[in-house]
């Protein structure tokens, strides 16, 4: 199912935010420590660039033409399978 409206795909931006705040704010709770904290930082600035690389330069950059629209479809292109 595609959400197209706004308000929706807001809110469903806001949720996101809230979980990753509420899962990283009881990791940290979990286990407060610096090394912890260091590595959740890591492991979400990893993430995102992952999310940018997958979904921003391999389109503007590798190959404009070919359209995914998830990672399921972005896994099946890089190893060569282009058909759904």
């Not at 690389?53 to 391999?58: D, P, R």
Request: net charge positive.
């Amino acid at each position: 199912m595609d959400i197209k409206n706004p308000k929706l795909l807001k809110l469903k931006g806001v949720l996101f935010l809230l979980l990753s705040l509420f899962s990283g704010g009881l990791l940290i709770c979990f286990s407060p420590d610096w090394v912890t904290v260091v590595l959740l930082l890591i492991a979400v600035w990893a993430a995102c660039r992952f999310y940018y690389f997958a979904f921003y330069v391999l389109h503007h950059y590798a190959d404009s033409n070919f359209k995914y629209s998830g990672l399921w479809d972005l896994m099946r292109y890089l190893l060569g399978k282009r058909g759904k």
